[in-house]
């Protein structure tokens, strides 16, 4: 079956570090990716998505690139700020279905 | 557009109590997802619908629990009796497959059974 295997948290950052969370999946077929983020006290927000192999996700400074000989999907951020202090999903969405396979979630802090 | 739309927000009930919990899908969408959050089990999918019609109800927990979509543009999480354990934010997403299947959360339903 497909998975998603993400860093194990929590991540710690200092304001303006460079920051890596990776992500792994397992799938049949060729999954669209997708990072979410969620903020204290709120629900799930895509971040990012990308559909197919060496494309590269990017929104808010972050930025995903879909590596199907690698099966990664690692989120990257130059800068990080306080404001991206949350909680990031990886998910994977088979070619066909429209069910997400969700990675355990990775808590980020970025300290001022 | 407005969004998903859960209702309640919060809330507290006593254990045996009946709960149910609404939402309200993005207009268009096709798809609605209903998933549990906890501290101990992470985010959890309850069960799924596509086009009105539960796909995968493996996910729920126990008889206990119930869903339905009665139309396009509303579903019902239901919890009879409720107990202790069934404390946790529950999230109702919707999505729509053809447009890159990125699914839409609601603000979620924190509930506390005491």
């Known amino acids: 079956g497909n998975s998603v295997t993400q860093m194990e948290g929590p991540v710690t950052l200092s304001e303006e570090a460079f920051l890596t969370i990776n992500c792994t999946y397992t799938a049949t077929g060729y999954p669209s990716l997708f990072w979410y983020v969620q903020y204290p006290g709120e629900g799930l927000q895509l971040l990012l998505k990308a559909t197919k192999a060496d494309d590269k996700g990017s929104n808010k400074g972050f930025e995903a690139t879909y590596r199907k000989e690698t099966t990664s999907f690692h989120l990257e951020k130059g800068s990080v700020q306080v404001s991206d202090s949350a909680v990031y999903f990886c998910?994977?969405?088979?070619?066909?279905?429209?069910?997400?396979?969700f990675g355990e979630g990775t808590q980020l802090t970025v300290n001022p | 557009d407005a969004g998903v739309i859960q209702s309640p927000r919060h809330e507290v009930t006593e254990m045996g109590q009946e709960v149910t919990l609404r939402c309200k899908p993005i207009s268009g969408h096709n798809s609605l997802f209903w998933y549990r959050q906890t501290m101990m089990r992470g985010l959890e999918l309850l069960i799924y619908f596509n086009n009105n019609v539960p796909i995968d109800d493996s996910g729920m927990p126990e008889d206990r629990f119930s869903a339905k979509m009665p139309n396009a543009s509303f579903s019902t999480l239901k919890i009879q009796p409720s107990e202790p354990r069934d404390s946790a934010v529950y999230f109702c997403?919707?999505?729509?497959?053809?447009?890159?299947?990125?699914?839409?959360f609601g603000p979620g339903t924190r509930l506390t059974v005491l």
């Open positions: 998910a994977l969405r088979e070619t066909s279905g429209s069910r997400l396979t």
């Open positions: 997403a919707s999505s729509f497959p053809l447009t890159g299947g990125e699914q839409f």
